[in-house]
C-alpha cells in the first residue's frame, strides 16, 4: 500500500510501531490517509497527542479513554503517545476518535494489530461509545481508495454517503464495540451494500416553473440565453416586478448534472456538512441564496484553521444569487472577480493555501435607485440624479464587466398579470437549452472549457468570429457607449450564445444587437449622471 498507506512490518528497520491503525484528513476538499501511530511507555498515566492536532482533537484523549472504559476495554496503562503522520500538516475535527481507540486497544492486543492495519477508520466517539457521523466521508473515502485502502469502519449515519465511492468495502458501525468484532473478523453483519438508486439531495429551494411567471417575455428570453451559455445576469428592476421570482426558477431550465459533475458538487457539500443519513449524492444544480449582510469569508470561504467552502463554492456548477446586489458589503462582492474569471478561489492561511471550485452562474437583482421606483407610473421617485448615480456607484465597473446580461425588468400590466395566456413550462425552454449546450460541447470538445461564457479571451476571436456588418454594429455602440475590452468580448460570447440558440453557425448582426441591448446598466448610469 503506497505512502501513507505503508504498514508496520513494511516500514524502514529504523521505525518501531506499537501499534498502527489507519485514518484520513481533507486538505481543503481532498482527502488524504492519515498514520495513527499509537505507542506506551512504562510511567506515570499520561495520555498526548502529536502531529499538529486542533483543540478538538486534543480533547480526542479524554472522549477516547471514557469510551474505552464505557464499551468494556481494558485502557492501556503507561504513558501513552498518538502521534498523526503526516507531521507536518494540521489535523482538525474529532473524525479521528475511532482509529485512536482502535490503535490503543491493539498496544495491549486486545485486537490484532495486522489485521487493524488492512482497515481505515473514521468516526467520533461519544462517552459510552456510541459513534457520531463527521464531515467530509465522500473526499476521505476517495483519499482512501487512491491510497489503496479496500475496507473502510465508519459511522452508520455516514455510511450510505461512503457507498457512493465504487472498489470499497464499507462498514457501517454505531459503537466502538462494532468496530473492535470488524477487526477481530466479524465484519459481515455489518459491511453495508449499495442501494440500488441513492436519494437525491434536497438543496432547499423549490425550483417551480416559468409557467408561473406572467408576461417578463425580455427577462425570460435572457436567462435561456444566460442557461443555454452559462452567461452571469443582472436583473434592474423596482420593487415586485418579479426579479426574485425569474432568478429562483432559473435552475429548472439548467441542463441536469453529470455523474462527475454531481460528485464533484456532492464532495464540497460533503465537506461542508450539508450531507446527512441517507441523503445521498447531490443530483440537483445548487441554487444559493445568500442575505446580503454575509460576511466575505462566508461568501468566499474561509473561517479559523482550515478554511471552509464559502457560497460560490457551494453554488459550483449551479446558481449564486445575490437579491439586492448594492446592498452587500462592497470589499466581499468585489472577492468575486477573481473566481468569476478563474472558476475557483484560492485561500491564503496560516495553515496553508488552499483551492475550492466556484464554477457558477451569478445571478444578481438591483432596484434602479435607492427607492425602487425610478422609471415607473405609479409611484413617484424621491431620489435625484446624484443619489440615483451614488447607488450604482456602489458597484465597481470591473464587477458590471463581468456580468455578460444586464437587463431592465419592468412591472407587469394587470391586463398581461390576469391574463388566461399559457407561458411557456422550464421543460420546453431546457429542450432548447440542452440543444444549444450540445453544439458548444461538441465545439468545444477538448479545449479545457465547455460553454460560450467559459471561453478564454485569447479563443474570443476565434469562437466568436463576427462578420464585417457586425463589426461596424459593435464599433458604433462601443463609440457610444464607451464599452470595456472585457465587455466587448462578453458581448461577443452572449452573441455566440444567441446565434446557437438560433441554430446558426454564424454570428449574424442581429444577434450582436441583441447582445448589445443586454447592457442597460450602462444606459441607467447614463441617465443618473
Do not use: W
Request: charged share 20%.
Amino acid at each position: 500500500m503506497p505512502g501513507a498507506g505503508q504498514r508496520a512490518e513494511d516500514a524502514p528497520g529504523d521505525v518501531t510501531v506499537l501499534s498502527l491503525a489507519f485514518s484520513a484528513a481533507m486538505h481543503g476538499i481532498e482527502g488524504y490517509v492519515v498514520r495513527v501511530e499509537a505507542d506506551s511507555a512504562p510511567g506515570t498515566p499520561y495520555f498526548s497527542i502529536i502531529g499538529l492536532p486542533d483543540r478538538a482533537l486534543r480533547e480526542a484523549g479524554e472522549r477516547v479513554r471514557s469510551a474505552i472504559f464505557n464499551s468494556g476495554f481494558a485502557y492501556p496503562a503507561g504513558r501513552l503517545l498518538v502521534n498523526l503522520s503526516p507531521a507536518d500538516v494540521r489535523k482538525e475535527g474529532p473524525a479521528f476518535d475511532l482509529s485512536i481507540a482502535l490503535a490503543l486497544l491493539a498496544i495491549d492486543e486486545q485486537l490484532d494489530r495486522l489485521a487493524l492495519q488492512e482497515y481505515l477508520a473514521l468516526g467520533e466517539l461519544a462517552l459510552d461509545g456510541q459513534l457520531q457521523a463527521v464531515s467530509g466521508i465522500l473526499p476521505m473515502v476517495l483519499g482512501a481508495r487512491r491510497a489503496g485502502f479496500t475496507k473502510l469502519i465508519v459511522p452508520a449515519a455516514n455510511a450510505h454517503e461512503a457507498l457512493l465511492i465504487e472498489g470499497i468495502d464499507v462498514y457501517g458501525v454505531a459503537t466502538l464495540q462494532d468496530a473492535v468484532a470488524i477487526v477481530l473478523g466479524h465484519g459481515a453483519r455489518f459491511r453495508m451494500t449499495s442501494a440500488s438508486s441513492p436519494a437525491a439531495l434536497a438543496n432547499g429551494s423549490s425550483y417551480g416553473s416559468f409557467e408561473d411567471v406572467r408576461a417578463q417575455h425580455g427577462a425570460k428570453r435572457a436567462l435561456e440565453i444566460a442557461a443555454a451559455g452559462g452567461h452571469n445576469a443582472l436583473f434592474v428592476g423596482p420593487p415586485g416586478c418579479g426579479k426574485t421570482m425569474l432568478a429562483r426558477r432559473l435552475p429548472s431550465i439548467l441542463p441536469p448534472m453529470t455523474n462527475d459533475e454531481a460528485l464533484e458538487v456532492t464532495k464540497i457539500y460533503s465537506v461542508s456538512g450539508l450531507i446527512r443519513g441517507d441523503a445521498g449524492i447531490v443530483h440537483t444544480r445548487p441554487f444559493r441564496f445568500p442575505h446580503h449582510t454575509i460576511s466575505q469569508a462566508a461568501l468566499v470561504g474561509g473561517g479559523s484553521g482550515v478554511p471552509k467552502p464559502g457560497e460560490i463554492s457551494l453554488a459550483h456548477l449551479g446558481v449564486l444569487f445575490l437579491d439586492e446586489l448594492p446592498e452587500f458589503n462592497r470589499a466581499a462582492i468585489e472577492t468575486l472577480r477573481q473566481p468569476l474569471e478563474e472558476g475557483c478561489v484560492t485561500i491564503a492561511r496560516a495553515a496553508g493555501t488552499f483551492s475550492y471550485p466556484a464554477r457558477f452562474m451569478l445571478i444578481a437583482s438591483m432596484n434602479p435607485c435607492p427607492c425602487g421606483h425610478r422609471g415607473t407610473k405609479t409611484v413617484e421617485c424621491r431620489c435625484d440624479d446624484a443619489a440615483v448615480a451614488r447607488y450604482v456607484a456602489k458597484l465597481s465597473g470591473p464587477l458590471l464587466d463581468r456580468i455578460d446580461l444586464q437587463i431592465e425588468v419592468r412591472r407587469v400590466p394587470f391586463d398581461e398579470m390576469v391574463a388566461a395566456a399559457q407561458a411557456e413550462s422550464s421543460e420546453t425552454i431546457r429542450r432548447r437549452v440542452e440543444a444549444a449546450r450540445g453544439v458548444q460541447q461538441e465545439r468545444y470538445r477538448g479545449s479545457g472549457f465547455f460553454c460560450n461564457a467559459e471561453i478564454p479571451a485569447n479563443a474570443v476571436r476565434t469562437h466568436c468570429r463576427l462578420n464585417d456588418e457586425a463589426l461596424r454594429l459593435l464599433a458604433a455602440a462601443c463609440a457610444k457607449r464607451h464599452f470595456s475590452a472585457r465587455a466587448i468580448d462578453r458581448i461577443a460570447r452572449a452573441a455566440r450564445t444567441i446565434a446557437d440558440l438560433a441554430g446558426s453557425a454564424e454570428i449574424a448582426v442581429e444577434h450582436v444587437a441583441e447582445a448589445i441591448q443586454y447592457r442597460s446598466l450602462e444606459r441607467l448610469d447614463s441617465r443618473a449622471a
